[in-house]
């Protein structure tokens, strides 16, 4: 650990908490971010030499593990006619087709950054084309860093215990209306009061900010429903849920349609991405169509759509995803078999390549309430142990856990053996 703890040192001095974002500095589960360097399938070293079966997956976007042959290749490729030109170029329009292809709501999709970018702009597409200024968001999922949606948000927020936000106004905050995830009638009774001024609804189809919960049946087709009801949009923040819960997304998987759809992640390989995209008729809104100005220097980078692309290739590919799901299985499976032996409390969540770890026994989690419910000290306790044992989970209980197309039997088996014995000695 020592060059990690050297580089953390300096990081400390020149970064604010030494991490270019807060999910990375392990505050949740004490000690000290690690610090990698490389990275092949379903692996990667730190700078010590010591090796990981990871579980994080850079947050999600490698689903095709690290450092994929075929990715690299055409990032190499592609890299070496020139980085960026800013002017359309021929490998995001074939991003485009690929993604309208594929995510059923989408006819047309803009190119962006970040998946905070994403979200950001989608809502200020959504308020200009409804006319109306308020938004519901459900607690504990994050949509990015956009300041409308930090009320009550997931991931790092959630970690770090921020509700609201300083550096974000009142006035800001005041059209949005946050309702618990998975509570049918609580979004009944909030579109009962602001119905006809609701611009759009913003949801993670399967949270995965306050760990992994999926919808429970009825949820998103309630929220269909109302949107429907009272001329709302609906979009469905796919950014982690993109290509990681199915083939056709989250709303392939549970067969309801948004308005509008935000993706990130997965969907630049690895590479800094967003995307938004839906009907054509609210999609031409956006400038230089329409009105509703949204802009971007390196949006539709060539570099990043070739990393894109390849991964969507992967991922895409006929069996590809099934395999992914069973592997997923496997593994979730496995650790709760192995928790049970060693008369732990845990439950388990699964969507696809996505999982989440719960030390409680009440099952099964579908409210924000229970995770946070959840024995923090003994996760804890299991992420260190794991850490030891060479497998490298999120830094916090409030994150989900995701699995590659490249975690094999060998990786998978390396990981339920050190978790027996994790779960020996938490
Ligand atoms: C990661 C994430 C974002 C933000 O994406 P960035 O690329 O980090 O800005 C937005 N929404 C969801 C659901 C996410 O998981």
Redesign the pocket.
């Known amino acids: 650990m020592q060059r990690t703890h050297q580089l953390f040192q300096q990081a400390r001095e020149l970064i604010p908490g030494g991490v270019n974002s807060p999910v990375r500095a392990f505050k949740g589960v004490g000690g000290e971010p690690i610090f990698f360097e490389r990275g092949e399938g379903p692996y990667m070293w730190d700078v010590d030499g010591k090796r990981y079966v990871d579980y994080v997956c850079s ?1 999600g976007p490698l689903v095709a593990g690290h450092a994929d042959p075929e990715v690299i290749r055409r990032v190499q490729e592609t890299a070496a006619n020139g980085l960026s030109f800013g002017t359309p170029v021929e490998l995001e329009v074939e991003m485009a087709r690929t993604l309208c292809q594929h995510v059923p709501s989408l006819e047309m999709v803009r190119l962006v950054n ?3 970018e994403a ?1 950001m702009s989608a809502l200020r597409l959504a308020r200009g084309f409804t006319g109306r200024d308020k938004i519901v968001k459900f607690q504990g999922n ?3 860093h956009v300041d409308a949606l930090l009320a009550q948000a997931g991931s790092g927020a959630l970690t770090l215990g921020v509700p609201g936000c300083p550096g974000v106004p009142e006035s800001v905050v005041a059209d949005t209306l946050t309702v618990p995830f998975n509570d049918i009638d609580a979004v009944e009774q909030c579109f009962n009061e602001h119905g006809n001024q609701i611009a759009a609804v913003i949801v ?1 189809p399967v949270a ?2 306050m760990n992994c919960v999926p919808p429970v049946p009825g949820f998103l087709e309630k929220l269909r429903e109302v949107c429907d009801r009272t001329d709302a949009l609906l979009i469905f ?1 796919e ?2 849920t993109g290509f990681r819960v199915g083939p056709q997304c989250a709303q392939g998987r549970y067969g309801v349609t948004p308005d509008l759809t935000c993706l ?2 997965v969907v630049g390989g690895g590479m800094p991405v ?1 995307a938004f995209g839906g009907r054509r008729e609210i999609m031409e809104g956006l400038a230089p169509v329409g009105g509703v100005y949204q802009a971007g220097t390196l949006s539709g980078n060539p570099v990043t759509m070739a990393a894109g692309l390849a991964t969507l290739e992967r991922i895409t590919a006929p069996g590809a995803f099934e395999g992914l799901e069973q592997t997923t299985t496997r593994v979730v499976d496995g650790i709760k078999e192995r928790a049970d032996k060693a008369g732990i409390p845990l439950t388990t969540n699964q969507a696809g390549s996505m999982f989440g770890l719960f030390f409680t026994d009440d099952a099964p989690v579908t409210r924000f309430e229970q995770v946070k419910a959840c024995d923090l000290d003994t996760f804890n306790r299991f992420f260190h142990a794991m850490l030891e044992e060479g497998v490298y989970l999120a830094p916090a209980a409030f994150e989900a856990g995701f699995v590659s197309l490249a975690h094999d039997e060998t990786a998978v088996q390396e990981t339920l053996d050190a978790a027996e014995r994790a779960f020996a000695r938490v």
């Open positions: 947050w970040s998946g905070t979200t994050y949509h990015g993670e995965g900010n923040d950014v982690m990130g992640k967003g």
